[in-house]
């Protein structure tokens, strides 16, 4: 997610916001930029890039002013509409010089403002939809001065920016964080929050907003957490909260007791633990803006024909790793959804097989980074045969989006720790919106079988915040058995790949012996592994639609238990057919058979990092590993 600073005191606000952009580097981001508001006017300067490259041009080409200026913002920029440019990057400055806005979040109807706004005269001057806030703003700043005849000097200009604010946010849809300052109404910054993270700072010597409290911890420990739809207006002195109504509101205050280095994970012990924790906001993230008001599935850049679509026949899903169990648990939505056959293939072993590709096969590309050598080089091979690419990845303007006919981003964020967590999770997410929309436009599921769907996957987030709240028993489980040497995993139907992934996650955070099988598999070889006392975590599908799928896996439990394994049973809140035959039961809600990934996945993220822990590991950096693979 981009990261947000900004500031309203008595010393310059240039140095502080840069220094609060430099500790939320973590998060990730392709583009960095500031505005200040000195002498009556607004100075800013962005660009593409590192943080470095911003100040460097502010070193050798300082705008007049903006060294002395108090009242400031500034951005990271993680690209979601428009690619990593020096015109794309944050703030974004209203027509008339007055107003600059950085944004945080997806303005799902920024297309239809956009064009209101282009009908006023108004040029845009970027491809995202932050810009239309900024034009949007200053119409509302120029209408309220002229009513109330405000000369931006005094305290009704303070006023009219915050009610300027409160009426923009009430036109949007969608999800974001907001702040603006304005040339006119110097010594205050205001922001916004929907369904996005803004805490305000509280110094002795001015206030602070921001995305995250590492921003502004060197400065200040007392903070105050914004609820939902509110807008908050801070100067050196003072905080004013209110609702999108306009009525007086109230966040929650709260004392940073962590360093600086934990504030930036959060207060948890590892990013990966706050990755795991972001998940449900991460999914309902790459599910903004997806469903028009028709009802049709939206991808984010599509240079392919709904005729194209329509005359695939075979799709491949390439991928490595973690996003590699993602293809597999598509394969089956995919395949169920639309009829058409789907292949899943290790992007390090697909073009050296010389698959069969042509114009009607469809390859899909995933990739968290964009970056992948081995899935970049199998998207390359796929385009010389003809074949159509849609990529799924998380880094707007990375190269494998950029070379595909199609792209869906995830919208998830940075991810820090080298394990995948919510990429996972997001992965999948989009994974389902290219089934439906494939099935959509061929016609092979009627709209309410589409938005049934899309339904369940909305009500996800709430779900996942539910079954996070439940992992402590997962935890004391996992640090129990942090000292065994094996530990196996076993699932049937898309639990199989979930299985796979569980075994992944346990391999790259401690260092252990651990295999996912095919339960089906068992009587095959696998079986002689099970000795007394062996952990087998089994990923039991719902009982409910599939039934006969249900019943077989829990004969499989019964088998490994009959050989001394000690069971560890992920099933459905509900499910008792399993408790004589659990050791150890995980209750996760009630999902749709090819949606449960996005819950059974979940615990067994929270047991590997636990197990690693316990072993004394670093569940960021594992050894050995990288977070981007850039070579074959």
């Known amino acids: 997610m981009c990261g947000i600073v900004g500031y309203a005191g ?31 006017a607004l100075s800013t300067e962005k660009r593409a890039g590192k943080l470095a490259n911003l100040e460097k041009v502010l070193a050798e080409s300082a705008r007049p002013g903006i060294g002395d200026g108090t009242t400031g913002i500034g951005h990271t920029r993680w690209a979601t509409h428009g690619g990593p440019t020096d015109r794309n990057a944050h703030p974004h400055v209203s027509a008339d010089g007055r107003v600059a806005v950085i944004h945080n979040g997806i303005i799902e109807n920024f297309a239809k403002l956009r064009a209101e706004v282009e009908a006023t005269g108004v040029v845009f001057s970027s491809d995202t939809d932050t810009e239309c806030v900024a034009h949007l703003l200053a119409a509302e700043l120029a209408s309220l001065d002229g009513a109330a005849g405000a000369d931006g000097a005094d305290g009704a200009a303070t006023g009219n920016l915050a009610e300027a ?38 110094g002795s010597g001015g206030n602070f907003l921001a995305s995250d409290v590492s921003a502004f911890i060197e400065h200040t420990r007392e903070a105050i957490e914004l609820g939902q739809d509110q807008v908050v207006l801070i100067t050196a002195d003072a905080v004013s909260i209110t609702d999108f109504a306009g009525q007086p509101a109230t966040g929650r205050d709260f004392h940073i007791d962590w360093d600086a280095s934990a504030a930036e994970k959060g207060g948890y012990d590892y990013f990966m633990l706050k990755e795991i924790a972001e998940q449900p906001r991460a999914v309902a993230d790459t599910l903004l803006g997806r469903l028009t008001e028709t009802g049709d599935i939206m991808l984010d850049e599509v240079r392919l024909t709904d005729q194209d679509l329509r005359d695939i026949d075979k799709v491949f899903i390439v991928a490595c790793g973690t996003a590699y169990h993602a293809g597999l648990v598509t394969k089956y939505a995919i395949e169920h959804w639309t009829r058409i056959p789907c292949e899943v293939e290790l992007a390090s072993e697909f073009r050296y097989r010389d698959p069969v590709l042509d114009r009607s096969t469809l390859v899909v590309a995933i990739s968290q980074s ?15 045969q003809k074949a159509r690419v849609l990529a799924i990845c998380n880094t707007n303007g990375a190269t494998i989006p950029r070379e595909s006919d199609a792209v869906l981003y995830t919208h998830g964020g ?51 915040t539910r079954l996070l709240d439940t992992m402590a028993p997962v935890r004391d489980l996992a640090r129990e058995l942090a000292g065994v040497s094996t530990v196996l995993f076993i699932g049937r139907h898309v639990g199989y790949p979930v299985a796979l992934e569980g075994a992944l996650k346990l391999k790259e955070l401690a260092y252990m012996h651990a295999e996912g099988f095919a339960a089906g598999e068992l009587k095959h070889g696998p079986i002689a592994l099970i000795e007394d006392g062996t952990p087998v975590i089994c990923v039991v599908p ?3 639609g599939r039934g006969v799928l249900h019943d077989k896996i829990v004969s499989n439990i019964q088998e490994v238990r009959a050989r001394g394994a000690r069971t560890i049973v992920i099933a459905e809140e509900g499910d008792r057919a399993v408790l004589p035959y ?20 979940v615990p067994l993220q929270v047991f590997a990092a636990e197990v690693a822990t316990a072993r004394g590991h670093d569940v960021d950096q594992p050894r050995n590993l990288a977070k981007s693979v850039t070579v074959e």
């Open 414 to 464: 940075p991810e820090i720790a080298v394990a995948s967590t919510k990429a996972f999770l997001t992965q999948l997410v989009a994974c389902y919106l290219v089934g439906l929309h494939l099935a959509q436009v061929r016609g092979v599921m009627y709209a309410d079988e589409v938005a049934s769907v899309v339904d369940q996957l909305q009500n996800m987030p709430a779900r996942l």
């Open 10 to 40: 008595g010393r310059p606000a240039l140095g502080i916001v840069l220094d609060g952009l430099r500790r939320l580097e973590y998060r990730g981001y392709d583009s960095a930029g500031v505005a200040v508001v000195a002498g009556g």
């Open 582 to 601: 659990a050791d150890h039961l995980i209750a996760v809600p009630k999902t749709p058979t090819l949606l449960a990934p996005l819950v059974t996945t």
């Open 370 to 384: 964009g970056e992948t050598m081995d899935t970049l080089m199998a998207l390359r091979h796929a385009k010389e």
């Open 542 to 544: 719902s009982p409910a």
């Open 165 to 202: 604010m409160r009426r923009v946010c009430r036109r949007l849809a969608g999800a974001f964080t907001l702040l603006a300052v304005d040339a006119r109404t110097p010594g205050a910054v205001v922001g916004a929050r929907r369904n996005s993270p803004l805490v305000v700072g509280r």
